[in-house]
Nanobody, 121 residues
Framework: QVQLVESGGGLVQAGGSLRLSCAAS????????MGWFRQPPGKERDFVAA???????DYADSVKGRFTISRDNAENTVYLQMNSLKPEDTAVYYC???????????????WGQGTQVTVSS
C-alpha cells in the first residue's frame, strides 16, 4: 500500500487555473500508475486522468486539452494542472494509486482523502 495526501485545492474563478499535488509515501511510488478522480456534490466519483509509471497518460473527454497529469518519481509526487476551469469542474478531487494504468476506480487500491476544488462563475 501507498499513502497519498492531496493538496492545492481551493476557490478559483471560471477560466482560472489550479495545480493539485499528491504526495506519496510507503512502497515504491515509481511502481504505481497514478490517477485523479473527482466527485461533484451529490454525484458519483468519476475518472479525470491517469499516468503510468513510464508516463503514458489517459484523460476523460471532459478535461482533454485543459488538464495535464504529470509525475515526479524522484519527489514521489503526481500533479494535476487544471487550466480553463469551468463551474462544472467543481468537485472533491482524489488521488489514487493502481498496479497499472486504468480509468476504473475499482482498479485503484490506495486513495487520498481528497481536496476541494470550487470554480465560481
Amino acid at each position: 500500500q501507498v499513502q497519498l495526501v492531496e493538496s492545492g485545492g481551493g476557490l478559483v474563478q471560471a477560466g482560472g487555473s489550479l495545480r493539485l499535488s499528491c504526495a506519496a509515501s510507503g512502497r515504491a511510488f515509481s511502481n504505481y500508475a497514478m490517477g485523479w478522480f473527482r466527485q461533484p456534490p451529490g454525484k458519483e466519483r468519476d475518472f479525470v486522468a491517469a499516468i503510468s509509471w513510464i508516463g503514458s497518460t489517459d484523460y476523460a473527454d471532459s478535461v482533454k486539452g485543459r488538464f495535464t497529469i504529470s509525475r515526479d518519481n524522484a519527489e514521489n509526487t503526481v500533479y494535476l494542472q487544471m487550466n480553463s476551469l469551468k463551474p462544472e469542474d467543481t468537485a472533491v478531487y482524489y488521488c489514487a494509486a493502481a498496479a497499472r494504468l486504468s480509468t476504473r476506480a475499482g482498479d485503484f487500491g490506495s486513495w487520498g482523502q481528497g481536496t476541494q476544488v470550487t470554480v465560481s462563475s
